[in-house]
């Protein structure tokens, strides 16, 4: 069993960064897969970022050059750092694992950029 637990989500104006943790109960070093995903009102859920256990990371367009993912093996937590933020990144954050072949998710954080 894993457990996922977001935080750092906020109300921050247009062009302003947040930081997003998701900590993991246990060690990540487990965990070959790890992402952020994000669902605005209305919408599908869609992949914001994933990093693996090498360290590669992946993207979407839409945030590329804007948001970096990490992870702390030592803390046992993943982070989604968020640059110049814009209201079409408003949404309901969340971090996923995939673990002996089953996905995990966390509750969510809810992110929203508004003047």
């Known amino acids: 069993q894993v457990q996922l637990v977001e935080s750092g989500g906020g109300l921050v104006q247009p062009g302003g960064s947040l930081r997003l943790s998701c900590a993991a109960s246990?060690?990540?070093?487990?965990?070959?897969?790890m992402g952020w995903y994000r669902q605005a009102p209305g919408k599908q859920r869609e992949l914001v970022a994933r990093?693996?256990?090498?360290?590669?990371?992946n993207y979407s367009d839409s945030v590329k050059g804007r948001f970096t993912i990490s992870r702390d093996n030592v803390k046992n937590t993943m982070y989604l750092q968020m640059n110049n933020l814009n209201p079409e990144d408003t949404a309901v954050y969340y971090c996923?694992?995939?673990?002996?072949?089953?996905?995990?998710w966390g509750q969510g954080t809810q992110v929203t950029i508004s003047s």
């Open positions: 246990g060690s990540i070093s487990r965990f070959g897969i």
């Open positions: 996923n694992v995939l673990f002996v072949g089953r996905l995990y």
């Open positions: 990093i693996f256990s090498t360290g590669r990371t």
